[in-house]
């Protein structure tokens, strides 16, 4: 007869642990430079070159679909903590438009 009085009190403690999950504090707010419209220009370009560059390298009678806007984000996370060898692989490979390493901290 007991039972089904502790799957309540369970549920009830399962259901205030999500939502105790839930109310994380907020992300701080990060100061961020409002982009100029050329600066968006050329990246929108350098994101469809690369997204080309792999498309063609990739392409070799296959069906194939690729996100330029995927795989600048993906490597844009990469080139952000990138250091040595492989920071000048990245700016090698990606003729991504921005500013010199040391204005972008």
Excluded at 11 to 38: F, I, Y
Excluded at 71 to 88: C, E, Q, R, S
Aim: glycine fraction near 6%.
């Amino acid at each position: 007869m007991r039972l089904p009085h502790v799957r309540g009190i369970v549920a009830a403690a399962g259901a205030a642990l999500a939502l105790a999950a839930c109310a994380a504090p907020a992300a701080p707010e990060v100061p961020r430079p409002d982009p100029t419209p050329s600066q968006a220009v050329d990246l929108a370009a350098s994101l469809n070159e690369a997204g080309l560059s792999v498309f063609r390298a990739a392409a070799q009678d296959t069906n194939l679909a690729i996100s330029p806007a995927s795989l600048g984000i993906a490597f844009g996370m990469l080139d952000a903590g990138a250091t040595g060898a492989v920071d000048d692989a990245l700016d090698e490979l990606f003729d991504y438009p921005t500013p010199p390493r040391a204005a972008r901290c």
